[in-house]
């Protein structure tokens, strides 16, 4: 898919595997207890189930209006047989991102960056957070905490980070970090069943090209290279 | 302004390839709307009524919240008095069984996006406008992925069996215009824009599990992934506007010179939510 220049540090680095496009096959299992668990985690008796902020305006809702879109969403989960796994696979991607950004902060308070930019600095620490945020959502859905990152793309953003001696090495690593999260939430929106996973995952996928897109900023680049999100980067379970 | 003339060229020589790339991503989602159309005829939707009495809940949600006029344009300052009474006759306008909810958020989608192209269009045409050759690149840039939008998703309605849209959307339009009096400087004109902006990212999330077919969901998540990343960058450009820093919105990029707010600004939201969410059929055909 398109990428805004070709000479970029990143295009010579290792392709992270498990990338590559969106697919139709997912064969997971055992959707029930997460779903009830997703349902649990978004929504309360006041608040509507499809929505993954507390949005105060969702709390007058009429209970007509409410069983409706309740029981729509719930319809879904019941029918769902991977939505669990892509949650689980969801959770360790995050953590991924929570890890890798929390070493960069490390490094950055270490010197070993160089002179950290203060835009740098807060962006680090936002993108963190909100990293964060996706985490702990997707571990409710769950059920348990994730614990692991997908081995694959850890190995290769260890070797990268271990590579990175700046500021603008940094940035690079997450950027691609974040294209692959946007493109990974891309490729399962039409593959999850459930409308409130769904919802979800369309509520976060937005966050990380938006963080995308001030890393490329950072690094000089167009900040919206492309016309269509593409899904070339997208992981997939190992 | 700062601006370094060679990576300003280089950008418009990367939009103009965009567009190839566009098109060439638009008809690869084609095929399979195409095949939805085709069995939909051969076999309607058993779950129609449930799907139609879903769509009229969101509606109902959407309009409630106050969706693009009185928690965006009021807080914006822009709010026109026309707002009111047209958000009143789309919610007595009762939804008929009939009506085919997939090709009414496709057709929504475009009247959004050939907004967004006016409006850009025509802050292009503004007399102050051309200052920052960033700003300018930015919005020619923008306004040309739009018309790729509103172009896929009149493709996908009509591969549905639906018609195109090629207006503007019927209830934002009148706010644009009354606010275009007010865009005396870049601030106001990125502050629109950024209405603009979330509004369709709004939008395409809240309308995106009332599609029949899941397939459908690929081609408005796609162009949702983009809008955002439209919105982020004006979010920013507003924070240095706000810091009265105009002279940082330049490519390269001089980072070291960026207050702190510029790198959180793009994105103040854990979650996107869908505050500004206009109803799915607001501007069907």
Redesign the interface.
């Known amino acids: 898919?398109?990428e805004?220049?070709t000479d970029t540090v990143l295009d010579a680095e290792p392709t992270l595997p498990g990338t590559g496009g969106?697919r139709r096959g997912f064969m997971f299992a055992g959707a029930g207890a997460a779903i009830a668990a997703f349902v649990a985690a978004c929504g309360s008796d006041s608040e509507?189930t499809?929505?993954?902020?507390t949005?105060d305006?969702?709390t007058?809702?009429s209970a007509a209006?409410e069983e409706?879109?309740t029981t729509?969403s719930e319809g879904g989960g019941e029918a769902s047989g991977g939505d669990a796994e892509i949650a689980a696979f969801a959770a360790s991607l995050e953590l991924l991102a929570v890890n890798t950004y929390t070493a960069a902060g490390e490094a950055a308070a270490a010197g070993d960056l160089g002179?950290v930019?203060?835009?740098?600095?807060?962006?680090?620490?936002?993108?963190l957070?909100?990293h964060q945020?996706?985490l702990d959502?997707w571990n409710g859905v769950v059920g348990t905490e994730a614990t692991e990152t997908p081995a694959d793309l850890q190995a290769v953003v260890d070797e990268m980070f271990g590579a990175v001696t700046d500021?603008t090495g940094a940035a690079e690593l997450a950027l691609e970090l974040e294209q692959i999260a946007?493109q990974t939430y891309?490729s399962v929106?039409?593959?999850?069943?459930d409308?409130a996973a769904?919802?979800?995952a369309?509520?976060?996928?937005?966050?990380a090209?938006?963080?995308?897109?001030?890393l490329l900023?950072?690094?000089?680049?167009?900040?919206?290279?492309?016309?269509?999100?593409?899904t070339d980067k997208a992981a997939t379970p190992s | 302004m700062s601006i370094d003339d060679r990576?300003l060229r280089?950008?418009v020589v990367?939009?103009s390839?965009?567009?190839v790339?566009?098109m060439r991503?638009?008809r690869r989602t084609l095929p399979d709307i195409r095949e939805i159309g085709r069995a939909r005829v051969a076999h309607p939707d058993p779950d129609r009524r449930?799907k139609v009495?879903?769509f009229d809940?969101?509606r109902?949600?959407i309009l409630?919240?106050?969706g693009f006029g009185v928690s965006g344009l009021a807080a914006r300052g822009l709010l026109g008095t026309a707002f009111g009474s047209a958000v009143m006759g789309i919610v007595a306008r009762p939804v008929a069984a009939q009506e085919d909810v997939d090709i009414m958020i496709f057709n929504t989608a475009s009247s959004l996006e050939n907004l967004a192209v006016a409006a850009y269009e025509a802050a292009l045409a503004l007399p102050f406008f051309g200052e920052n050759q960033v700003i300018v690149t930015f919005a020619e840039?923008?306004a040309s992925?739009h018309t790729?939008?509103s172009a896929?998703f009149n493709a996908a309605a009509v591969e549905l069996g639906g018609e195109e849209q090629n207006g503007t959307n019927p209830v934002k339009t009148p706010e644009v215009e009354a606010a275009m009096p007010s865009l005396v400087d870049y601030a106001a004109v990125v502050d629109l824009a950024a209405l603009l902006e979330e509004t369709a990212?709004d939008t395409y999330?809240a309308n995106?599990?009332l599609f029949s077919d899941?397939?459908l969901?690929?081609?408005m998540?796609?162009?949702?992934?983009?809008e955002?990343?439209?919105?982020?960058?004006l979010n920013?450009v507003a924070a240095l506007l706000a810091a009265d820093l105009p002279e940082l919105i330049a490519?390269?990029?001089d980072?070291?010179?960026?207050?702190?707010?510029?790198?959180?600004a793009?994105?103040p939201?854990?979650?996107?939510?869908?505050?500004e969410a206009s109803p799915p059929e607001e501007g069907a055909v």
């Open positions: 898919m398109t805004p220049t969106a509507e499809t929505t993954p902020e949005g305006e969702e007058t809702t209006e409706e879109e729509t002179e930019p203060p835009a740098v600095g807060e962006f680090v620490t936002a993108a957070g909100q945020e996706a959502m500021v946007a891309l929106i039409p593959v999850l069943e409308p769904v919802d979800l369309a509520s976060i996928m937005p966050i090209q938006q963080h995308a897109a001030i900023f950072v690094l000089g680049q167009y900040p919206v290279p492309d016309v269509f999100l593409p | 990576m280089d950008l990367e939009s390839d965009l567009q790339d566009a991503d638009a449930e009495a879903h809940a969101s109902r949600r409630r919240n106050g840039t923008t992925q790729e939008h896929a990212q999330l995106m599990t899941p397939d969901r690929t081609v998540a796609s162009v949702l992934g983009v955002t990343q439209h919105l982020a960058t920013a490519i390269p990029t980072v070291a010179a960026l207050p702190a707010a510029a790198g959180s793009g994105f939201l854990a979650f996107i939510d869908k505050s």
